[in-house]
C-alpha cells in the first residue's frame, strides 16, 4: 500500500466481479471515491434524515478485491477497469468543480487486486480466506455479489401465456423457464446452494476477524446479493441444500434474504453497535450473462433487452435498471452510506424486514428502494436453523479438510 496510514482506507471484496453487476459495482465505487461526497452515499427516500451526520471528506484510499473463478478473465477485467477509470476522471477533470488534489490522492491509493476464488469449492473458498488473511491488514466491507443459476429452458407456452395475463410480471417475475435439479457439487452438496449461499456463507465466517478489525468508526459490512425473484412459495425447510426443489433459484435467493437477515439481527441483538452488519441487496432487473442459457441466440437478447426498457418506459416499473451500472447503486449505497440513512426493518416494525433494491424512473435516473423479506414471519425459526445447518457442516468441513486422515 502507498498510504502512510490504513486509517478511513476502505478494503472492499467483490465476489463475481470480472462481469456484470459485480464489474459494475467495482466502476461504480471507483467513481464515488474519487471526488468528495458521492451521491451514492446520500440519504434515499426511506432514510431518516433528522440529525445527519457530516459528510465524509473522503477516504484515504481503497484496496479493491476482485475475487473471481477464472483468473484469466479476472485480470482482463481489472485491466479493462483501470483502463475505464483513467478515462473517466480524465473526463471527469474539464468539469467545473473537479477536486484535482483529493482525485490524485486518490488514484495514488487505490489498488486493485485479482484473486482466485471458486464457490463450488469448500477447499478454495478456505485457500482464498487464508490468502486474504495474509495479504490484507482488515476488511472493510464483503460484497457476495457472485451467484449461479439452474437454468435450463424457455417454456413458450408459460411464456405467451404469462405475457398476455400479466405483462409487467413477465418483465420483472418470469415463470416461463425451466430449472436443472439435484445437481451436486464436487464437495458432495448441493450445486446452486453451495455456489450461491453456503460458500459466501464460509468466507463470512472464515473472514469474520478481518471484518471486526475495520478501523472505521462504524464498523464493517457484509452485503448478500438476493433478487426479486426470491420467493418462500417453492422453499421446503427440510430440503437446505435445494436437491429436491424443481425451483432452486427462486429458493437459494430466498434463503440469502433468511440467512442476511437473520445475521445482522443476531448482531444487533448482541450488540447495539456491532461491528459486523449485514444488508441484503437486490439488484433489480439487469441483463447480465446469468441468463445466458435462455438467450442462446443474440437476436434473443436483444429482444429481452428491449423487452426490460419497455416495462420500465411504457409500464413504468421501477425495477428495471437494466443496465450493471446502474443495478450497482443498491450495493455502493450500502458501501458507503451512514448506518443513520440505512434502517433494519419497515415503518418501525421489526416484523417487516426488508431488503435494499437497485430501482430507476421511467426514464433510468437510478436509486435505492426497499422490497420486503417475504413472509419473514413464517420463516424467520427456518432462518436460525438454516444458519445453524451451515455453521455444523462448516465446522465439520473445516476440521475434515484440516484433519484428512482422521474419520
Known amino acids: 500500500m502507498s498510504v502512510s496510514t490504513l486509517e478511513d482506507r476502505l478494503v472492499v471484496v467483490v465476489t463475481g466481479a470480472n462481469g456484470g453487476v459485480g464489474y459494475g459495482i467495482c466502476q461504480r465505487l471507483l467513481t464515488q471515491l474519487v471526488q468528495p461526497n458521492g451521491r451514492d452515499a446520500r440519504p434515499q427516500a426511506f432514510a431518516k434524515t433528522a440529525g445527519q451526520p457530516t459528510p465524509h471528506p473522503g477516504y484515504q484510499g481503497l484496496t479493491l478485491v476482485m475475487a473471481c473463478r477464472n483468473v484469466e478473465k ?69 460484497v457476495f455479489n457472485a451467484g449461479t443459476a439452474p437454468f435450463k429452458d424457455l417454456i413458450y407456452w ?39 449461499l453456503f460458500s459466501h456463507f464460509v468466507m463470512a465466517r472464515e473472514l469474520q476477524h478481518m471484518l471486526e478489525k475495520s478501523p472505521l468508526e462504524e464498523g464493517s459490512r457484509v452485503i448478500w446479493s438476493s433478487s426479486l425473484e426470491a420467493f418462500p412459495d417453492f422453499y421446503d425447510p427440510r430440503d437446505w441444500q435445494l436437491l429436491k426443489t424443481d425451483h432452486s ?31 441484503v441487496s437486490e439488484p433489480g432487473v439487469c441483463s447480465t450473462s446469468i441468463s445466458a442459457a435462455l438467450t442462446p441466440y443474440p437476436f434473443m437478447n436483444t429482444i ?37 440513512f440505512l434502517p433494519t426493518f419497515a415503518n418501525n416494525d421489526p416484523d417487516q424486514a426488508i431488503r435494499f433494491g437497485a ?45 484428512p486422515h482422521e474419520t
Not at 405475457?163 to 413477465?170: A, H, V
Open 304 to 340: 429481452k433487452v428491449w423487452v426490460f426498457f419497455f416495462g420500465r418506459l411504457f409500464l413504468n416499473s421501477p425495477h428495471h435498471p437494466i443496465i450493471p451500472f446502474k443495478a450497482a447503486i443498491v450495493a455502493v449505497h450500502l458501501i458507503l452510506a451512514p448506518l443513520l
Open 359 to 403: 430501482q430507476t424512473d421511467r426514464w433510468g435516473a437510478e436509486r435505492v428502494g426497499q422490497t420486503p423479506v417475504r413472509r419473514w414471519t413464517d420463516f424467520e425459526d427456518s432462518a436460525k436453523e438454516l444458519v445453524d445447518h451451515c455453521d455444523e457442516l462448516y465446522q465439520s468441513m473445516k476440521k475434515q479438510l484440516e484433519s
Open 158 to 196: 408459460k411464456a405467451a401465456l404469462q405475457f398476455f395475463t400479466d405483462p409487467l410480471g413477465f418483465m420483472t417475475y418470469p415463470n416461463f423457464y425451466s430449472q436443472y435439479s439435484g445437481q451436486i457439487s464436487k464437495d458432495n452438496l448441493g450445486w446452486i446452494w453451495q455456489s450461491n
Open 249 to 279: 433459484y427462486e429458493c437459494v435467493k430466498y434463503q440469502i434474504d433468511l440467512v442476511g437477515t437473520y445475521l445482522d439481527r443476531q448482531a444487533l441483538a448482541l450488540s447495539p453497535t456491532p461491528r459486523i452488519r449485514h444488508f
Open 74 to 142: 479476472a485480470n482482463v477485467a481489472c485491466h479493462e477497469l483501470l483502463r475505464w477509470f483513467d478515462e473517466y476522471v480524465q473526463e471527469l477533470s474539464t468539469e467545473e468543480g473537479f477536486d484535482e488534489a483529493m482525485a490524485r490522492n486518490f488514484v495514488e491509493n487505490c489498488e486493485v487486486r485479482v484473486e482466485e476464488v471458486d464457490l463450488a469449492s469448500f477447499k478454495s473458498v478456505m485457500q482464498f480466506a487464508a490468502r486474504l488473511r495474509v495479504k490484507l491488514p482488515y476488511i472493510t466491507h464483503l
